[in-house]
C-alpha cells in the first residue's frame, strides 16, 4: 500500500463537506480535481475563510505561504496529509471550544 493509499490522520469526508458547505454543493459532487476558483467559485475570501473553517475543525495550522500554493481539492489534501505527517500543523492547535 502506498503512502497517498493509507487512511489519512484526519476525516476526508469532513473536509469535503466544509468545502461542499461553502461552494453549496453537495459534499458527493466535489472532486479532488475541482479548482477552487475555477470549478467551485471561490474568491479570495471564500478560500481564506475555507482553510480557518478547516483548521479549526482539524485542530492544526497550515502554513500560509503552503496554502496560497492551493489550486485544487487534491492540493490542500495533500497539504493536510504532510502536516499531520510532520507534526508541524499540530504545533499550533487551535484550543477547543469552551
Given at each position: 500500500m502506498t503512502?497517498?493509499?493509507?487512511?489519512?490522520?484526519?476525516s476526508q469526508e469532513t473536509v469535503l463537506a466544509l468545502i461542499a458547505q461553502k461552494a453549496r454543493r453537495a459534499p458527493a459532487t466535489i472532486e479532488a480535481r475541482?479548482?477552487?476558483a475555477e470549478d467551485l467559485g471561490f474568491d479570495s475570501l471564500d478560500f481564506v475563510q475555507l482553510i480557518m473553517a478547516v483548521e479549526q475543525a482539524l485542530g492544526i495550522r497550515l502554513d500560509d505561504k503552503q496554502a496560497a500554493q492551493i489550486r485544487v481539492v487534491s492540493d490542500l489534501l495533500d497539504l493536510l496529509r504532510r502536516a499531520f505527517a510532520d507534526g508541524a500543523g499540530r504545533s499550533q492547535a487551535y484550543p477547543s471550544p469552551s
Open positions: 503512502a497517498l493509499a493509507a487512511e489519512p490522520p484526519f475541482h479548482a477552487f
